[in-house]
Every structure is written in structure tokens, then in C-alpha cells.
């Protein structure tokens, strides 16, 4: 009798090898099933906190853009529009024309500081979901975005109390309001300098706000498609927001002013297939693909 024989003859389990493999399959299975059901939460778990995600950057961008129709938008107006006036009045006066003093009203009221739901964001995307790429830049530039914006409009608001208290003739508010240089040489910019700053910033918050929905969306119908026959996921499929009404007043920024930022994120990862052309020995010449 052979070694193997006298093993399996010792150590046979008293009710057959079937009692022992149907045991072991069973707890395979259950195993199986257990981890099955465990990934399957966890899957649903991020989706849902993708979703959350994703009207919390809605809202913020919604936020921002009601910013800029009520105010930044009629500042920015207001600026030009004075700044326009008053380049039309010193050429005037350089050709000769007799021209009254220039005077011009201006709105120097405060900004409120807007509690957004940044930090949230911030929180849930990084602790609940295993976004990555793109979403995950515009959501660092988002909170950038907005934190930067807090502060110009605290500066704002401590330079128009400075002017309330201080007792300005019509040429140092004008001064203060163009930042032209004055008689001494002295240039403060401060004002017009911060404007600029409160538009491009409020711009920065809806672009990012906009770009992080947008991929939160794609991100979320990539794992509901690549997992969800295998878990038969009943989730339904996210879709674009719909920003067409903002766009149609202007509200929007353009996509040309962040070309920039854009271009990083516009190269797409090389296939399988053209990993494996691109391998050095196929460089070389040493061997060619069939």
C-alpha cells in the first residue's frame, strides 16, 4: 500500500470526503457572500456620498453666482463705467475744453462674508469617496477659491470703513476709488486692485464649483456602470446640472480664461495596447509588434 494510501485511510473523515468538501464549500460560499454584500454597501455608501457631493457644489456654485448678479456685477459696471467717465473728462481738459469739476457717485457699501458649505465638501470628498484627478484639483482650487474671496471682501469692507471715517474731498475719493497717484507721488491702488480680486475670485468659486459637479457626475455613472451588474445596483444615473439659465445671462466664466488649468487634464492616458508599442525595446527596433 502506498504512502498516499495509508494517509487518506488515516485521516478520511468518518462521513466521507463529501460531508468534508460540501463543509468547505459552504464556508467558501459564505464568505464569499458575506464579502459580496460588504462591498456592495460600501459601493452604495460612496455613491451616495457622491451624490451629497455633488449638490453641495451645486448649491456652492449657486451661491456665487447670486453673488455676482446682485453685486459683483454691478461694482465691476460701476467701476468701468466711472473709470471710462473719467479718462473722457481729463481728455477734455487736455484739449483745451472748458469742463467742470469731475464728480461721480459710487456704491461703497460692505459685502457679506458668505457661509458656504466649502468645508463640508471638502470633508466628504475626501473621507467618503476615492474620487481622484481632475475633481479632486477643482475641488482644492474651489476651497482656495473661496477662502481667498473671504478675505478681499474683509479688505474691501475695513478700506470703505476707512473712507467713512476719514474726511475726503472729492479728490481723495476719487483718488481712492481709481487709484490715481497723487500730488506727492503717493499711488494706492488698494481699492481698484481688490475689486479686480473680488471678480476674478468670484469667478474662480463657480468655474471650480461647476468643473467639480460636473466630474462628480461622470465619476459617479463610471461606478454605477462598471459595478453595477455585478452588484445590481438600483441607483439611479446621475445627470448634468442644467446651467443654461446663468449662461444665458452672462454669468457664467468662460472656459478661455482657464485654458490653462484646463489643458493639465486634457491628455488622456495611453491604452494597453499602446503601453505596450511604446515599450522601449519596440523603440529601439528590437522587436516589432505583430
Given at each position: ?89 481729463q481728455?477734455m ?8 469739476p ?6 461703497f ?7 458656504t ?6 470633508k ?31 479688505a ?44 476674478a475670485?468670484?469667478d ?87
Amino acid at each position: 500500500m502506498s504512502v498516499l494510501s495509508e494517509f487518506l485511510k488515516a485521516y478520511t473523515p468518518q462521513n466521507g470526503w463529501g460531508t468534508f468538501f460540501t463543509a468547505a464549500f459552504g464556508a467558501f460560499a459564505g464568505a464569499f457572500a458575506a464579502s459580496r454584500a460588504h462591498n456592495k454597501r460600501t459601493i452604495v455608501a460612496e455613491l451616495n456620498a457622491v451624490n451629497a457631493a455633488h449638490e453641495l457644489s451645486i448649491a456652492v456654485a449657486n451661491m456665487f453666482i447670486s453673488l455676482k448678479r446682485q453685486h459683483v456685477v454691478r461694482l465691476k459696471e460701476q467701476f468701468d463705467q466711472i473709470k471710462a467717465a473719467y479718462v473722457n473728462h481729463q481728455s477734455m481738459r487736455q484739449s483745451g475744453l472748458q469742463v467742470a469739476p469731475f464728480h461721480f457717485t459710487a456704491d461703497f457699501g460692505t459685502l457679506s462674508v458668505m457661509a458656504t458649505p466649502h468645508a463640508a465638501l471638502e470633508k466628504m470628498i475626501f473621507e467618503k469617496t476615492l474620487v481622484r484627478g481632475r475633481a479632486l484639483a477643482a475641488l482644492v482650487t474651489l476651497v482656495g477659491a473661496v477662502d481667498g474671496l473671504s478675505v478681499s471682501i474683509k479688505a474691501r469692507n475695513e478700506m470703505v470703513e476707512e473712507r467713512r471715517t476719514a474726511k475726503w474731498d472729492d479728490l481723495e475719493r476719487l483718488q481712492f476709488f481709481l487709484g490715481l497717484r497723487k500730488a506727492d507721488g503717493v499711488h494706492d491702488d488698494r481699492y481698484p486692485t481688490n475689486l479686480a480680486s473680488i471678480v476674478a475670485q468670484t469667478d474662480d468659486c463657480i468655474f471650480f464649483a461647476k468643473i467639480l459637479a460636473s466630474d462628480l457626475v461622470r465619476y459617479s455613472n463610471k461606478v454605477r456602470r462598471t459595478e453595477g451588474r455585478f452588484y445590481r445596483l438600483r441607483l439611479p444615473k446621475m445627470v448634468e446640472a442644467d446651467w443654461s439659465y446663468p449662461e444665458s445671462l452672462a454669468l457664467m466664466p468662460e472656459d478661455a480664461a482657464y485654458e490653462t488649468w484646463l489643458r493639465g487634464f486634457s491628455k488622456k492616458q495611453p491604452s494597453r495596447w499602446q503601453r505596450i508599442v511604446d515599450w522601449r525595446p519596440f523603440q529601439k527596433g528590437t522587436l516589432k509588434p505583430s
